[in-house]
């Protein structure tokens, strides 16, 4: 199994309908991670997690929110989907220090319609 | 604000061959990491090279490697003997320690290359 499972792993959504993706991890990590993917924009934080009482906004959260379940689970919801949140969501986790980088899920394709 | 560079969008190199793909970033921090991250067509995010700021000698990994300017705050990856395997999107990335932030670390991307491998 993988060490950080994202489902769904493709969705095509309707504008205005509510959506959750999901994210577990069986890493240990304390600290976990939503990004967005857009062509020519890269990677981009939407929100964080140091522990299941610790959140915090990236650098894009608005119109989305999360929900830290469990140390193991991480998962990231869209109130009311726009065409312009169609994007690649990726899942990450980290330890708490050295010099690591992040362990990735596999990724979710969200196509709001 | 920390912010990662990749000027270059797209590169082509021919099977066997040598490639460097171009990364600066700009910080005000003398302790940081710096990675690059390999996006193949599967999608998955896979590390392919760390570097940590202290350490003067250049990052290797087989046929990775990286040439680490941390005065021009430069980093780039040297591809060697290049496979058609290699081709994908490359991200150059960021952070710094989370002893010096006492809070979670977060990764900051470029915008990618994407690397075209030709026989």
């Known amino acids: 199994d993988a060490d950080v499972t994202q489902t769904p792993r493709n969705r095509i959504t309707k504008t205005g309908k509510r959506i959750m993706l999901e994210c577990s991890q069986t890493?240990?990590?304390?600290?976990m991670y939503w990004y967005r993917q857009d062509p020519g924009l890269g990677l981009r934080l939407i929100y964080y997690?140091?522990?299941?009482?610790?959140?915090n906004k990236g650098e894009i959260s608005d119109g989305y929110s999360v929900s830290r379940q469990a140390q193991a689970k991480f998962s990231l919801s869209l109130e009311s989907a726009i065409p312009n949140q169609t994007a690649l969501y990726f899942c990450?986790?980290?330890?708490?220090?050295?010099?690591?980088?992040?362990?990735f899920g596999s990724g979710t394709r969200l196509t709001v319609v | 604000a920390q912010t990662v560079t990749q000027s270059q969008p797209e590169m082509s190199v021919q099977e066997a061959e040598t490639v460097t793909l171009s990364c600066t970033y700009d910080t005000s921090e003398s302790d940081y990491y710096l990675f690059w991250y390999k996006q193949p067509p599967s999608r998955q995010m896979i590390l392919v090279i760390r570097?940590?700021?202290?350490?003067?000698q250049n990052a290797t990994e087989n046929r990775f490697s990286v040439n680490f300017q941390k005065a021009a705050k430069s980093f780039s990856l040297k591809i060697s003997d290049s496979q058609l395997g290699d081709a994908a999107m490359y991200f150059c990335?960021?952070?710094?320690?989370?002893?010096?932030?006492?809070?979670?670390?977060?990764?900051?991307f470029g915008t990618g290359t994407r690397l075209q491998v030709t026989l």
């Open positions: 570097q940590e700021a202290y350490k003067q």
């Open positions: 890493k240990g990590h304390d600290r």
């Open positions: 990335a960021y952070r710094i320690p989370y002893i010096n932030t006492g809070t979670a670390s977060k990764l900051t």
């Open positions: 990450a986790t980290s330890e708490r220090g050295g010099p690591g980088g992040y362990t």
């Open positions: 997690s140091f522990d299941v009482k610790d959140i």
